[in-house]
């Protein structure tokens, strides 16, 4: 146990915790991305709303949740002590700097790291906080008629605020009745500082992204001739364009639009 606590206490330890968390919240993103793309669905936020609601209230999805939020602290703490320690070990800057191969994005891994997680407190404590456990978000009724498909939406007030989410049938109506995260979402998309951050924060994650994905391969050791190139096109095009890019078009396509 000793031998154990001593690796992971070292500094390649850190680096592997570092590398596991880090693939870890980069699989969460391609699954939250997939998700968040139903707030391009044109019918009045049904399936955004339907879907911010199974997070929400499945328990195996509120468990991997936990274990997300576990993951960003662990990845966001051990950055930072790997930063002051590797400061510690070169008090002194060199008087001429050297050039360097290595990207701007791995010199500033920091910096980026911070700005995500400024992001992260920012977008979490005005969604997810206000959804779970606010009363500032409202809730919609659709009303689907499962033959016609033909679908009645309007907003709805529940007689009791334990009232969290019901479905129901009623003479091959599907009712559904949930919190309208989507409003919310519409709202804060409105504001022209919020879509700046939003965007800035896709920047931030592009950047973390083309060196972080690639890096923690390295570190874990799977490196390989004919697959290392594989896996540094799949960062690339993948992780610091795809995803940053589909992130940052849905407060962009929301501000102008005006959904």
């Known amino acids: 146990m000793s031998q154990f606590k001593q690796t992971f206490n070292s500094s390649i330890g850190k680096k592997l915790i570092m590398a596991l968390t880090g693939l870890f919240l980069c699989t969460f993103l391609i699954v939250h991305l997939a998700g968040n793309l139903q707030l391009f669905q044109n019918d009045e936020g049904y399936a955004f709303n339907v879907y911010a609601n199974f997070l929400t209230h499945f328990p195996p999805i509120e468990v991997i949740a936990y274990i997300l939020y576990a993951f960003i602290v662990i990845h966001a703490l051990y950055a930072l002590i790997l930063t002051i320690n590797n400061r510690k070990a070169r008090p002194v800057q060199y008087a001429h700097q050297p050039k360097s191969p290595t990207s701007w994005g791995s010199k500033n891994m ?29 809730f919609k009724e659709y009303r689907t008629n499962v033959l016609s498909n ?11 605020k334990e009232f969290e989410h019901s479905y129901t049938t009623e003479n091959d109506v599907e009712v559904v009745r949930v919190k309208d995260l989507h409003k ?36 874990l050791g799977w490196t390989h001739r004919k697959y290392t190139p594989i896996v540094e096109q799949i960062g690339i095009w993948l992780f610091a364009v795809i995803i940053p890019l589909g992130f940052a078009a849905m407060p962009v396509v929301y501000f102008f639009m005006g959904k």
Not at 119 to 136: A, E, P, Q
Not at 150 to 160: A, G, K
């Open 110 to 138: 920091g910096l980026l790291g911070s700005i995500l997680l400024l992001f992260i407190v920012i977008h979490m404590s005005d969604f997810w906080y206000k959804y779970k456990y606010t009363d500032t978000v409202g």
């Open 150 to 160: 033909e679908r009645t939406v309007t907003d709805f007030v529940p007689e009791s």
């Open 184 to 219: 919310k979402v519409s709202e804060s998309f409105s504001q022209w500082w919020y879509v700046l951050i939003y965007v800035i924060a896709q920047g931030a994650l592009s950047f973390h992204l083309l060196h972080g994905f690639q890096s923690a391969f390295r570190t």
